[in-house]
């Protein structure tokens, strides 16, 4: 029996929540073990270059492969990745020398980036195949549409923060192989509702060429660009910086770090999924345009950057950090919301797994450069300089904004206000 449309879409977004734990333990895991083992910031940086550089091109790729063969693949092979990038992970011992070490974790985070970015693929770019806009119903289908990105987006990184807090919490319990172990017996278990999938699900009707992997929406290009420079500003200080930082300044336990962290990005989480209900409370009745998108990156530009004044100013370091992050969390999650939402506006159910895989590699080569500058400037500037880094990112993110051309057809009475 052929599943509805929206229990295909239950079992890929199940299956993609418990991806999601797996991976935020999993960084929480390879971050925290090499820093005890006395590994620098750049050195721990190195370890996930594979992971976001192979994201960029899973993403290109992975679009093309989900339009030709359909999104059921991608999805499998996701989770098959992962769960082998979790069993490479188990022999690791701290006895090996540093450069098998770094080249053999580099290799499995390569895996996992691969798995990660065809399994996010293929859960966004399922809502447009579930959830489509035709031009008679445009504000109804639009605004559902935002509901469902935002609950998916929202859900999505709430479930990563309790997979950092997870990881913090196994690494202590269990130590680094059995944590992996563990985690890759629980992706297996959830893999198997996604066999009943139907092999079409989310399949373009003619067969894509190579020529369609970039994108020609001027939409697509200016919104991915944006979300390079968005996404690079947060894991600037983010990713390597701020977990190193909280370890050597404040003097914090694995699992402290792990549920700090892990609490941050449930709430941000939360306030994603929340976004549409918070846009109503503020009276905003249609669904989010560009002037939304200009609105929230403008704002968020000044807050890494008082948070680094702060810290110049010697204010406590924890009421700084700890403050300044609810407030970056609560506008980063709306601005990445409304990004969320607007690349599936600018583009229709046919192409749709062909301009999200587009639109995530840039998501992805935003996060690779994020990731690098992290370890590096932080080795040489320090939590201050990550920071101020931040903040230009995020100023191109806002300029790149402006260059948006109004969305598509059903989407023009959208562009109301923030």
């Known amino acids: ?245 909280l370890e050597a300044s404040l003097g914090w336990s694995f699992w402290e770090i792990g549920g700090f962290l892990g609490l941050w990005v449930i709430g941000y989480g939360l306030v994603q999924g929340a976004a549409p209900a918070l846009r109503r409370l503020w009276g905003k009745t249609t669904p989010p345009g560009v002037s939304s998108l200009q609105f929230w990156s403008a704002l968020l530009t000044a807050v890494p950057a008082l948070i680094a004044v702060s810290l110049w100013r010697e204010v406590d370091v924890s009421i700084a950090i700890t403050a300044g992050l609810a407030v970056f969390g609560v506008v980063f999650a709306m601005n990445s919301s409304i990004h969320s939402y607007m690349v599936l506006s600018y583009t229709d159910s046919e192409n749709v797994s062909l301009n999200v895989g587009f639109y995530y590699m840039a998501n992805a080569a935003g996060r690779l450069t994020g990731t690098l500058l992290s370890g590096a400037i932080f080795f040489v500037g320090g939590m201050e300089a990550c920071l101020l880094m931040s903040s230009v990112l995020v100023g191109l993110a806002f300029l790149s904004s402006c260059q948006l051309p109004p969305p598509p057809r059903h989407c023009v009475n959208t562009i109301q206000s923030v």
Do not use: C
């Open 1 to 245: 029996m052929r599943l509805s449309s929206l229990q295909q879409y239950s079992v890929v977004t199940a299956n993609y929540w418990a991806f999601t734990l797996t991976d935020g333990a999993l960084r929480m895991l390879v971050l925290f073990h090499f820093h005890e083992l006395g590994y620098s910031t750049l050195e721990i940086a190195f370890l996930f270059l594979f992971y976001e550089f192979f994201g960029i091109l899973t993403n290109l790729y992975g679009g093309l492969i989900g339009a030709r063969y359909g999104l059921r693949l991608t999805l499998w092979v996701g989770t098959l990745l992962q769960i082998f990038a979790l069993l490479m992970l188990i022999p690791v011992a701290a006895s090996w020398p540093k450069l098998l070490s770094v080249s053999y974790v580099m290799v499995a985070q390569a895996i996992s980036g691969i798995a990660k970015d065809l399994n996010k693929m293929s859960a966004k770019s399922a809502i447009k195949v579930v959830v489509p806009v035709n031009a008679d119903e445009a504000e109804t289908g639009e605004s559902q549409l935002f509901k469902w990105v935002a609950i998916l987006t929202g859900s999505k990184n709430a479930l990563k923060g309790v997979g950092f807090f997870l990881g913090g919490v196994l690494l202590t319990s269990f130590g680094f192989n059995l944590a992996v172990a563990w985690m890759a017996a629980g992706l297996a278990f959830v893999f198997l509702p996604t066999l009943v999938l139907p092999a079409d699900f989310g399949k373009m009707k003619d067969k894509p060429s190579i020529s369609s992997l970039f994108s020609k929406s001027e939409g697509i290009n200016v919104l991915s660009l944006a979300r390079f420079f968005l996404f690079g500003a947060r894991d600037v200080w983010f990713v390597v910086a701020l977990p190193v930082f």
